[in-house]
């Protein structure tokens, strides 16, 4: 990745937010980089969509510090130089695609042009269509024309391809990539690990409010490579987790589940330790995986600050 | 400005094109006077009289149900929560929205006193009709608020529900169908809480229409329903942010 002098577009600092007791951000502090594709990847819950209202100004933090673009989150100039896809927000099902897109522009300083953006975010086909009657993959499309309108400095997308199709989702994928092209900064959150992997130049992994990993794409996939063993064995924990290769062990009810770096040769001990094991499952570590492995970790939180000369 | 426009000009468009929405709340008020206030009744004082209240009940309709339900409607879907994110300017979505039910609540009313005139045979002087009319859509007022305030608390379906029972409610109970005078003493107590019972007698007091009026009385209880109606709909505009 390549250092820029330039700061970065979003810093929090022992940022925490609260929903009455629940604690959705725990003192987290994140900064994001300057350019390219940063994914915010975590569970369903776990805080990235918080951090991101935050950022964008509907939810003010309990406490902490955050700065958005070297200002204040929710004012109406950086409202200008940010764009946004949320999460859950669907647009009026009786406008068509052109008219939403005619409203917004109304909306920026210096948007592009309405049928510019029309075809570079591919909506031709169905920009004089009714909102309600495009299908989920067009309705983010005509969501994502909305968020780059104002040729914005920064980009949220908040789990921008949740419930598409896979064909669907390769498609937004590669706006997302000509986007980023372009030099706009963009933030994506997304709980699907392979989305991270094939957009980010940069995972930042949340857990319960917190940044408890952060690194490429490769850095983060080492911490989850392997496999994840799960058999019936009479086998106790301790002696799992001698076996080669093994991260860690967990066992629940009959069942023995082992986390390692090397299945084939885990297995092969596994196997001559146990010859009675029985219904045994071998699979890719699933983000869950990860995220107990990263959880068990003891803190090395390598949050590498780029973020210049911020005061 | 420009934005603004446009705003108005989407919610025109959302408007019409919700046509199985907006057609009854158009039709009725037009349909029950034709049929209550000059067919039935024989034009005459009657068309008169309920010329004003209905005129009420017209702009009501509009009111509750593109406030009550629109809002709740686009507040559910998390497109308040969008346009909060990006840099619309934070009033021209109510003000569009305030405009396009101006706009409809006129063309409720139109209809409205071509019939009376043409066929109930009431007669007014022209400065009378000007002020009958801006009467009728200075009501809209309370009833945007109070659209409002359900529009910002109720889910989508609940608000379709709730407006009808409002918007019945206070077309009954406040005297817009038939005056309070023949409803039973108790009916004609709770009448006083009603804003549209205000309203009405406040455009009957404009029509001169037959019975006692009080318009000091009856606008100073409207000032005050209005203020507290502000207050209602601030409060909920608060709380659902």
Redesign the interface.
Known sequence: MTITNQPSPLVAEKLSHYFGKKRALNSINIAIPSTGITALLGANGAGKTTLINCA???LKPSSGDLRVLQGKAGT?AI??Q?G?M???????D??TAR?HI???S???SNPINIDELIKQCDLIEFADT?YRKLSGGQKRRVQFA?AIL?RPKLVFLDEPTTGLDIDARRVLWNTIRELSSTGTTIVLTTHYLEEADALADRIMVIDRGQLIADGSANEIRKVVSGAVIRCESNLSISTAEQLSGVRSANRSGRYLEVVTNNGTETLKELLSKDPKLSDLTVQKPTLENAFTQLINTPKKQSTRSNQGELA | MNAFINETGAELLKAMRAIEFLLPTLVMPMSFYALFGVMLSGAGKNAIYLLATYGVFAVMGPSIFGFGVGVANERDRGWLQLKRAVPAPPLAYIGAKLLTTLFFAATALLPIYLIAGFFGGVELARGTWVSLFLMHLLSVIPFVLLGLTLGFTLSSGGAVAFSNIVFLGLSILGGLWFPVTIFPVVMQKIAIFMPSYHLGELALSIVNAPGEHTPSTNLMAITVMTLLLTGLTLFAWLRQR
């Open positions: 964008l100004g509907l109406q409202k200008q940010i946004v949320l999460q859950d927000a669907d647009l009026p009786l406008l008219e005619t409203l917004f109304t909306y920026y009714r909305l104002g």
